[in-house]
């Protein structure tokens, strides 16, 4: 059974700083690992997207890596900014279906 | 891009009353659509798989006779919630994905369901 962690629970930055979300996954036989933003109260937003054929993706000041091997995937955000202040929440394929299991998430706080 | 949307985004009902939450794909279609569920600081929890034309597939230790998921058509699913209890009271989330399942997962904006 898949078991996604997030490390930390919670994170506090000032604006500006470069910052590095951290994911585990326990079952790396994975399709794919979903990075997700949720802002209080509403959905999820997709992020990034990464196959398990692949190494990285990338979007704007987001780059999200795995290692499937290590069972593990981070995600970078570059010159953080008030605005991406919110919880994120990685997501990895169980077992060999195209369910999803969800980390509790890291809130993000982005100070000006 | 791809738009789901799901309504209404909260509802209070009374225990003893069902309440149906309905989730749209706007502008794609979807055969298998997701119904998760989300209590306050805890993860996303997936409810049950519903597929367009057949019977949703139910996580184990989740109610299907509680928890009624209909799949009428290519772009609507709907989560009924019968006879609602204070413990039903959570943040439930329909998602869908456009495409092979190695396409992104697309969220609706979530219901908040409150009972009294």
């Known amino acids: 059974k898949q078991e996604v962690t997030q490390i930390p629970a919670a994170l506090s930055v000032p604006e500006g700083e470069n910052l590095v979300l951290n994911c585990s996954f326990t079952?790396?036989?994975?399709?794919?690992l979903q990075w997700f933003r949720q802002d209080p109260g509403k959905g999820l937003t997709s992020l990034l997207l990464?196959?398990?054929?692949?190494r990285e993706q990338t979007s704007g000041r987001l780059n999200a890596s795995l290692d499937k091997s290590s069972g593990r995937s981070t995600l970078y955000i570059a010159a953080s900014q008030p605005g991406d202040s919110a919880t994120y929440l990685c997501a990895a394929t169980q077992g060999g279906s195209e369910k999803l299991v969800f980390g509790k998430g890291t809130k993000l706080t982005v100070n000006p | 891009g791809a738009v789901v949307s799901q309504h209404p985004s909260w509802v209070i009902c009374k225990s003893g009353t069902s309440v149906k939450i309905e989730c749209r794909s706007l502008?794609?279609?979807?055969?298998?659509m997701f119904w998760y569920r989300q209590f306050p600081k805890q993860s996303l929890m997936l409810m049950a798989t519903s597929n367009e034309g057949s019977k949703a597939t139910y996580e184990q230790g989740v109610e299907k006779d509680k928890f009624l998921i209909n799949h009428a058509s290519l772009t609507l699913s709907t989560l009924t919630v019968t006879s609602a209890h204070p413990e039903d009271s959570s943040f439930y989330i329909c998602s869908a994905r456009k495409g092979s399942y190695n396409s992104p997962l697309h969220f609706g904006n979530g219901t908040r369901l409150t009972v009294t």
């Open positions: 990464i196959q398990s054929s692949q």
């Open positions: 079952d790396s036989a994975i399709y794919n």
């Open positions: 502008d794609f279609q979807a055969t298998t």
